[in-house]
């Protein structure tokens, strides 16, 4: 069962990116970037660090699937793992 919590930061991500959009649709490394410090509460410097870390082009794009494969298991990664689960991907 979802909690209030869950489904709020369902509702955030899906603002984000539309539920019916494919796994495989790339959109910009900023745009995660920026996306995942509202979610999570990552500051700046430590995001920057993480991409530097990962060798990730900001310039560059990834996949929903990606994005959330890759920070699921990093800073507040508990919140993005619930998104991975509830949409399925």
Avoid: Q
């Amino acid at each position: 069962m979802k909690t209030e919590d869950s489904n709020k930061l369902i509702a955030e991500f899906l603002g984000y990116v539309p539920k019916e959009a494919p796994a495989n649709k790339e959109y910009p490394n900023k745009d995660w970037f920026t996306w995942h410090g509202l979610i999570t509460g990552s500051c700046e410097s430590g995001r920057l660090m993480f991409v530097k870390s990962k060798g990730i082009d900001l310039n560059g794009k990834m996949t929903t699937f990606e994005f959330l494969n890759l920070t699921k298991n990093e800073y507040n990664g508990d919140k993005i793992a619930m998104i991975l689960e509830d949409i399925k991907l």
